[in-house]
């Protein structure tokens, strides 16, 4: 006999459906599975007939053939082996196919029978609810997870023997819950801790206002790894379906924990990382650090120290907010619209201006590692000093706790929404070149300023988009309706030419 059962590979984020095709009839006995499977798939046939054997179940002393289809979906991983031992079940008439209507199954087996936990069961179930399947079975490890795509009933089972006892009708099934799990209580660290640094408590707020990526310049112990830590509690938390999507990339790389994470990603690679581990890609393609960071940030300390190939590789997510990645034939796209932070010292010693020996060429050297594209997208560039150390003791703190600052954000960011509806960007910092001239216009007299600076050389022209998008949620966070002359000037105080001339 004959059985087709639902299933879902993963492919980079997403998932693909699969379907696992079981023939069983008379015949020498032997088990083949065929439809480009990898290595984990072929070890899923040892797995398969011991759980099968193991759940009191009978494994058919036939000629068994396994199909997984279509053969152009990569299929790589465990995830099949509980959709290919219920096929052997069904085809070899131990469970009726009708139970299976409308029904998907993901899970990786043990040789005893009990399910273990498969990467990617979120993006699975979103499968299952875009094909319009009731009801998706999976591993318990997974069922909170998965339980938080609406419209789809899961299973959360813990053997074999479990589902067959369900698919048979002797045994209920439990259905599982959505976990949708708490934001940090702590709220992650507060920007009441940072003494001093206006200037770049100011630069941070813009930057999470607008969206904007920012470079912080300074020298070591100044606090710049302490202020991006707390770019993230500066943004409004995010919604549901923002926080189903950062869910979605954790799960898909393994990192999920079963439950929706309802905080803003923090994420801080070491420089020493590949251009794969930051961006995503590998023979089975697993999201890098910048899909990880989806919807929050990521902060690339010493910026100039990371390899050319891994800043290169940055340049189309910062552009387009996602990463493409090429399969043979197939384009996979990882999402990836973080805000990037990056921390530099002025030159390649670190040392503050009056102690620095570094030659001209050692400087220039050191800046000329960051290419012209990555400082494209860089909109705000802030000069961080040491504090003075009678103000780093300080009983006092200064300046607003982050969740003053967050509601100001908060009220900037819903007007860009506004204005920005029905474009394909949210924020400020989304907006490209030709986006930002259409959406921001000067009054004449503003405009006059910026023009200047334009003609005298000072400015280049996606310098002047940069200056625009700031100046933009400058205002935003003023609520003010037209750009004025004040938030151009602030704008042009985070340009990068200035640190260039500053460190030239
Ligand atoms: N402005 C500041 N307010 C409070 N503590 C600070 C400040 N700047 C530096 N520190 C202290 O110095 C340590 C080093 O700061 P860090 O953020 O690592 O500096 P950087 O990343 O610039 O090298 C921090 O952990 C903090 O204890
Ligand atoms: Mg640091």
Known sequence: MLASISTFALEGVRSHPVTVEVDVRRGLPAFTLVGLPDRAVRESRERVRAAVQNSGLEFPLMRITVNLAPAHVRKAGPGFDLAIAVGVLVASRQVRPESLDSTALCGELSLSGELRSVRGALAAALGARDLALGRLIVPPGNGGEAALVAGVEVIGARSLGEIAGVLRGEQMPVPATPETGDPDPRGGPDLLDVRGQEDAKRALEIAAAGGHNLLMVGPPGVGKTMLARRLPGLLPPPDLEEALEITQMHSAAGLAA?????????????????????????????????????????????????????????????????VEIMRGQRTLEFPAN???????????????????????????????????????????????????????VDEEPSGPPSAIVRERVAAARERQRA?????????????????????????????????????????SGRGHDRVLRVARTIADLAARGDVASEDVDEALSYRFDGWERMAA
């Open 258 to 322: 079963g439950r929706l994470i309802r905080d803003r990603p923090f994420r801080a690679p070491h420089h020493t990382i590949s251009a794969q581990g930051l961006v995503g890609g590998g023979a089975v393609p697993r999201p890098g650090e910048i899909t990880l960071a989806h919807r929050g940030v990521l902060f690339l300390d010493e910026l100039p120290e990371f390899g050319r190939s891994a800043l290169d590789a940055l340049r189309q997510p910062l552009e387009e907010g996602r």
């Open 338 to 392: 973080a805000i990037l932070v990056a921390a530099c010292n002025r030159c390649p010693c670190g040392r503050p201006a009056d102690s620095c020996r570094c030659g001209a060429n050692e400087r220039d050297r050191y800046l000329r590692r960051l290419s012209g594209p990555l400082l494209d997208r860089l909109d705000l560039v802030c000069d961080v000093r040491p504090v003075p150390p009678v103000q780093l």
């Open 419 to 459: 204005r920005l509806a029905g474009t394909p960007a949210r924020c400020n910092g989304d907006m490209d070149g030709r986006l930002t001239r259409l959406t921001v216009s000067l009054r004449p007299e503003v405009a006059t300023g910026l023009t200047r600076g334009r003609e005298s050389g000072a400015l």
